[in-house]
Structure formats: structure tokens, C-alpha cells
């Protein structure tokens, strides 16, 4: 490192990035660390939505020009394959050492830190009424996500779709798991992958089960005015179990309750789309151990006055480590984490 930085910021996504970019832009050297081999965390997996060239605002297209930016801000030094191994307080900043995935552990010093470390997806395995991982007919939102920005327009045309059915709330709004909470971002990326695919093949027939929706996002009203609108079944009630069809052991039947009609009914669909909540990341209390930071009832971390301070004096989280976040919601989130960072600094003259 050239230079002894202002601020390390610690996860290299949509939400580190931007925090990064935002100090450095206010004249703060900062450290980005990263413990993948290249930036973009799980946003980096998302597909453009957009349909007949016109933006589903899924927030994708946010992603390229800032890590272009960051890698060419003077301000920001960048180090992946790298993990913050201490933490400790020293003089009013911290001392850290870290440690690369190659070549021995590096100590440096710095006078505040940005968590910004992610979240993981809902282990759909974990929903064994489901089939995932047994019947191939079933996936994630997570995997057509990769298939379509890996494969393009061809991802699905060779499986000869019929019928698709999207079931929300896999893993979200389950007390019975630890997981009470909305993951908030579910039922959007479920309705913009069903316009997407309704919109490369037309003659499919899609199917959205709910339990019921969460309107949050400018964008919502227009998205779920357009879905009904292209022809996609909504219904409300989830499947109580999912298995092979007795007509054809590739698709999937199950049952579950039409609660609008007032009955159970059973379909069979050629590929079934687990929309799989957000939960925190397994080295969540590990990283909290680490800083010296809180964990709320959910394993999120905790903050307080506002959502980017922590218990801790100088410690600021960003995105989905403190709450289930879009990506545009990241971004918001982490340009406050950067505004509350620098306030810190000044009333502390760092």
C-alpha cells in the first residue's frame, strides 16, 4: 500500500464499491478489501432484465461503471483475495492485520472502518417439500439469474417450457427458521425474470404463487401493472409440496392451497423458480466478534441512531449486512455509510 488509509472499507460488492467511491470522492484514501478474486459480490450475478431495450430498473446497469470508477480512483487501493484476519482499537483508529490469499499477513492502520460484507441467499435445500437439488424442474431465482447473463436469449429455449411456475417467499417470513423478516426483494426479481421470460417466449404460460406482495420500490406498481397486463397468472397461496408428475417424471406437480377460490388444486409445470429470500452471511458472527459489533434478533448487524452506526465509535456498515436491500437500496445505503464516515472523521480531525 502507498499510503495509510482514511477508511477501509470490507466487502467489495455493490455496496462496498460505492462507499468506497463516495469517501474517495471526498478526498479519503481508502482500502478496499475483497475476499473473492474480483469485485461484485452477489450482485455481480444478476442479468439485465430489460425488455424490447426498455429497463425493468433492476439495478444491473449500476454495476459496471462503478467498478470501473473504483479501480480507477486514485483515492481507493484495491486488494482481493484478502481477509481481515484482526481488528483492534488502538489510539482512537484500528489496527488491522490482513491476510492474502498469498504471501504472509500485512498490518496497517486506519481511522475508521465500512462493513460491507453482503448477505447470503436462502439455501432452497433447506425447503425439502420442494424437491431442489432431486427434480431438475426446480431451481432458483439465483441460478436463472447466472443462466440468463451467462447463456443470453438461449438460456431456455431448448427445454421446451410449457408451463413455468415462480413460488415466493422460499426461506423469508418463516419464524419457525429464524428468518421473520421480508427479504423485500424477492417478489420484485421474481416479476421482472417472469416479463423477461414471458417476453422471449411468448406462448409459456406463467404462474406467480404468493402469499401476498411487497409493494416497496418506485417501480413496483408499474412492474406488477405490466405483469398482469402480459398475461401472468397470479395466485394466491403457495404449494404445500412439491413431487414428480405421475404424467412425466422430468416435471414437477404439486399441490396447494387457491386460497381466492377457496380449494386445493394441483398443476404440473415444466420448471418451477424458487424465489429465495436474503439471509446473514454465515461468518456473520465471526466478522461481528472481529469489530466488536452487535448482532440483531435475525443475525443482521445491529445499529444504532440510524442504519450505518454501530455500538462501536468508528465502525459503519453498508447493504445488506445490516438489512435485506435491493441494489439500488445499497447504493443509497452505502453513500449514507460513506456521509455518516466522513462526518465522524471531521468531528474527530482524522
Not at 453482503?118 to 439469474?145: C, N, R, S, W
Request: charged share 20%; net charge neutral.
Amino acid at each position: 500500500m502507498q499510503k495509510s488509509p482514511n477508511v477501509v472499507v470490507v466487502g467489495g460488492g455493490i455496496a462496498g464499491v460505492t462507499a468506497a467511491l463516495n469517501l474517495a470522492q471526498r478526498g479519503l484514501h481508502v482500502l478496499l478489501v475483497e475476499r473473492e478474486p474480483a469485485l461484485g459480490g452477489n450482485a455481480g450475478t444478476v442479468c439485465c432484465k430489460a425488455i424490447a431495450g426498455k429497463c425493468q430498473l433492476c439495478g444491473g446497469c449500476l454495476l459496471p461503471d462503478r467498478f470501473t470508477a473504483a479501480r480507477e480512483q486514485d483515492n481507493i487501493e484495491i486488494l482481493t483475495q484478502t481477509t481481515v484476519t484482526q481488528c483492534k482499537r488502538v489510539n482512537g483508529g484500528f489496527d488491522f492485520e490482513l491476510s492474502p490469499a498469498l504471501g504472509s499477513s500485512t498490518p496497517l492502520h486506519s481511522a475508521a472502518v465500512v462493513l460491507a460484507t453482503g448477505f447470503d441467499h436462502v439455501d432452497a435445500h433447506t425447503k425439502g417439500p420442494y424437491l431442489y437439488g432431486i427434480l431438475p424442474a426446480v431451481t432458483t431465482g439465483q441460478e436463472m439469474e447466472k443462466r440468463l447473463k451467462e447463456q443470453g436469449r438461449a438460456a431456455y429455449d431448448a427445454l421446451k417450457l410449457r408451463k413455468v411456475a415462480f413460488i415466493q417467499c422460499v426461506g423469508s417470513r418463516d419464524e419457525h427458521v429464524g428468518r421473520g423478516y421480508c427479504s423485500q426483494v424477492c417478489c420484485r426479481y421474481a416479476l421482472r425474470l417472469a416479463r423477461l421470460l414471458k417476453s422471449r417466449l411468448p406462448e409459456v404460460e406463467i404462474t406467480l404463487f404468493k402469499m401476498d406482495i411487497q409493494t416497496s420500490g418506485r417501480d413496483f406498481a408499474a412492474t406488477w401493472n405490466a405483469a398482469n397486463n402480459e398475461g401472468i397468472r397470479i395466485v394466491s397461496g403457495l404449494p404445500a409440496v412439491i413431487r414428480r408428475s405421475t404424467e412425466d417424471p422430468q416435471r414437477a406437480a404439486f399441490l396447494y392451497d387457491d386460497i381466492l377460490a377457496g380449494k386445493l388444486a394441483q398443476e404440473d409445470f415444466d420448471l418451477v423458480v424458487l424465489a429465495v429470500g436474503m439471509q446473514p452471511r454465515r461468518d456473520a458472527p465471526e466478522v461481528a466478534n472481529l469489530f466488536g459489533i452487535n448482532q440483531d434478533r435475525y443475525g443482521f448487524f445491529e445499529t444504532v441512531e440510524s442504519e450505518t452506526k454501530t455500538l462501536a465509535p468508528g465502525i459503519f456498515v453498508a447493504g445488506s449486512c445490516q438489512a435485506p436491500r435491493s441494489i439500488a437500496e445499497s447504493v443509497a445505503h452505502a453513500e449514507q455509510a460513506a456521509e455518516a464516515c466522513t462526518l465522524y472523521l471531521q468531528e474527530k480531525g482524522s
